[in-house]
């Protein structure tokens, strides 16, 4: 097995976007996240793995110095654990004290592993893997640093709203209301302020530039229906949101488009305690009922997260996914 450092030009781009599949990763993008450096294994068959991998503008995590390696793909699991191996050894020499991935970039992208998976069948935008990668980063020395999941309300019907919170909000002047296609440029620039302040906390959160917001988000909030991203605001100022979409693979498996996914919400720092997060969980259960759908899926959330208390009891959960790191 050959190992082969290349720049992520527009040839390099390509040659990883095509062993990742573009649909999840385009040659456009590849380049866009600008990693330090991508590497490719092959044999005499051809290109059988590739990762990449930043030393440069990564996250930071208590008392270590992280690398991350993501944009990886393997035909098998020989070639996923030695483009693995190159991968540590390079942010080794750079002098990094733990590898985390996959992950591309950072968290604003494509990260994860699916390591669990009920019956439910996989979701729009939800990331997918071949069931031995897992097996491919455990064989590489990474273990476990972080849980996800993805969980599903199968009867919106038993959420019963908190009213003594909306109505204590309401006495405050926070008001909700749902996005204004006809004012997007600012929708979208008071959505950047917000998610930059609410994620600020997040693990392993690095910044984003408006501009990159805009690129990853214009597409979403123009398609989905307006009723299905809830904001809550007090005095013309945005204070938090919650971003659903339908779920139009249903459509072609010929399901009924009955679902939503709820993909982000956040809510600025000064008010995280202030019950505004159940203020717009309530608001939307009710704003997706009223518009016809019947079920929601909560998309890729940290298990420790704070909204996974949001209607716990109504919630069962269809996918687990799995972040890894290993000491180097």
Partial sequence: MRIEAIACDEAGAARISAMTGPERLSAELARRQRPDLSLVASDHAGDRACASVWWHSVPALEKQTLGIVGHYAAADADAGV?????AC??????????AVGPMDASTWYHYRLVTWRSAEPRFLLEPDNPEDWPEHFARAGFGA???YH???CDDLAAIVPDTATASRLAAEGFRLRT???ARLDAELHALWEVSCDAFARNFLYTPISEDEF???SAKAATTSPPELTTIVERDGRMAGFVFAYPDALRAARGAPVDTVVVKSAGVVAALQRHGLGQLLFDAMIAGVRAVGYRRVIYALMHDANVSTHFGRDTRRVIRRYTLYSRPL
């Fill in 82 to 86: 030695a483009v693995l191996e190159a």
């Fill in 150 to 152: 993805s969980s599903c």
């Fill in 214 to 216: 805009r690129r990853i």
């Fill in 145 to 147: 640093l972080a849980g």
């Fill in 89 to 98: 050894d390079t942010l080794r020499a750079r002098g990094a004290t733990l």
């Fill in 179 to 181: 996005f204004d296609r």
